[in-house]
Nanobody, 124 residues
Framework: QVQLIESGGGLVQAGGSLKLSCEAS????????MGWFRQAPGKEREFVAV????????FYADSVKGRFTISRDNAKNTAYLQMNSLKPEDTAVYYC?????????????????WGQGTQVTVSS
């Protein structure tokens, strides 16, 4: 079992930055791929970014590529999402997710563990 707790959300003006954190319980954090997803009101949950077990591989949604950076510190059991040049359309609840898959996954239904989410609001 893995429990995930996100933090770092908040209100920021367009063009600003935020860094989200996702702290995981358990001793096998390095055995999980870590993904970030977001869900805006009235919309489906969408993929944002994913990182492999040891951080060697990453993949991003086109909408955030070049602006967001996913990272992880396995010694701290924590994954991060650095968000720069934020836009109003980035406003959503952001979730981190974990899965034991050996390959990167972008589909929410393929992840076994989820955090409770953290709100990010970008004002224009």
């Amino acid at each position: 079992q893995v429990q995930l707790i996100e933090s770092g959300g908040g209100l920021v003006q367009a063009g600003g930055s935020l860094k989200l954190s996702c702290e995981a319980s358990g001793r096998t954090f390095s055995s999980y791929i870590m993904g970030w997803f977001r869900q805006a009101p009235g919309k489906e949950r969408e993929f944002v970014a994913v990182m492999s077990w040891r951080g060697g591989s990453t993949f991003y949604a086109d909408s955030v590529k070049g602006r967001f950076t996913i990272s992880r510190d396995n010694a701290k059991n924590t994954a991060y999402l650095q968000m720069n040049s934020l836009k109003p359309e980035d406003t959503a609840v952001y979730y981190c997710a974990a899965d034991r898959s050996p390959v990167l996954r972008t589909t929410p239904g393929r992840y076994d563990y989820w955090g409770q989410g953290t709100q990010v609001t970008v004002s224009s």
